[in-house]
């Protein structure tokens, strides 16, 4: 953290600015932050200056050995100095939010006590960011992100106003992760055209149709894990809130089947299949054995066209990771 040795200055411009640094605050972990240079007129500057010095003497010595795991400090507990601090620059805090597009995520916004920083203000128009007001996290549970805040109607999305209209934002990025997964294998299966590709071994050092190819299998296999691991993991009582196994199958059965129709025969197939099938086991085999099954990796039995597939062992799963009965 970098601090100025001294909390007052006048600057050597021609017309020189008469300026009291102003430390910030963090009312959740007690701890202080660094704040920013503040210009003032010379005699609000002369009349502030000692009183200034005073209220922050040591801050910059105890701010090189604070624990930013600290109990949080209320704001009716805060000491004046504190509360100026905070109210100045109190950190970034998160907010779920729904960008103009409709895309949803987390943005990380500068705060002034419980204001929206004007900068980050305006820099969340200019993006077309908007704060979700309720939302579901994780857990299900519904909560207000602006409780406590002071924002403005013109930064609230009209998603998510109320408490029946939560957003369940886990979800979003759920289904705009897997999208962004369905387009990238798009564009894979796209490059990869159905002019037949060379088996695998004579690829080494291949152009972009034969990467493209590559990864398009190691797509496929990748969804193969996923299908298993969602298996594992209901098996375990763990059960995914955001997607069905039947989701995931319904996937890998349509991503297979657009493979084979693209593969120059089921030669072509068969061969750049098995090659991303035995790359993934070998490395997932290692990592198992090699740590007693505490490792989330799984050896992936043999699937077919329908997404049905022979019994995986218990040495393919984590098994150093299952819960007790």
Known sequence: ??????????????????????????????????????????????????????????????????????????????????????????????????????????????????????????????????????????????????????????????????????????????????GQMDDLFNTLLNAAVSDDPGPPAQATGMDYRGFATQMAFTSLVQQEESIIRMEWNERQGDKDRFRTLQQEIDRYVDMRRRLKAEAASPEVFDAWYREARESHNSCARANLDNTDGRIYSYVLPEFNDDGTHEPWGPRDVPWGQEKAP
């Open 1 to 178: 953290m970098t601090w100025p040795k001294t909390l007052a200055r006048t600057t050597k411009h021609k017309k020189p600015r008469h300026q009291l640094y102003q430390p910030g605050f963090n009312e959740s972990n007690g701890c202080w932050l660094e704040g920013s240079w503040v210009s003032v007129p010379r005699d609000e500057w002369d009349a502030r200056k000692a009183e200034h010095l005073r209220m922050y003497d040591g801050v910059r010595e105890v701010a090189g050995e604070q624990d930013h795991h600290g109990p949080p400090v209320p704001r009716d507990k805060m000491t004046r100095a504190q509360r100026q601090a905070w109210q100045h620059y109190s950190g970034s805090a998160h907010f779920d939010c729904v960008h103009d597009s409709g895309r949803v995520g987390p943005v990380g916004v500068e705060m002034q006590g419980n204001r929206v920083d004007a900068r980050a203000a305006r820099w969340m128009r200019a993006e077309g960011w908007k704060i979700i007001r309720f939302v579901t996290g994780g857990d299900g549970e519904r909560r207000d992100q602006t409780a406590g805040m002071e924002i403005p109607d013109e930064l609230l999305a009209d998603r998510g106003s109320t408490p029946e209209e939560a957003v369940d934002t886990w979800q979003h990025v759920v289904d705009q992760n897997v």
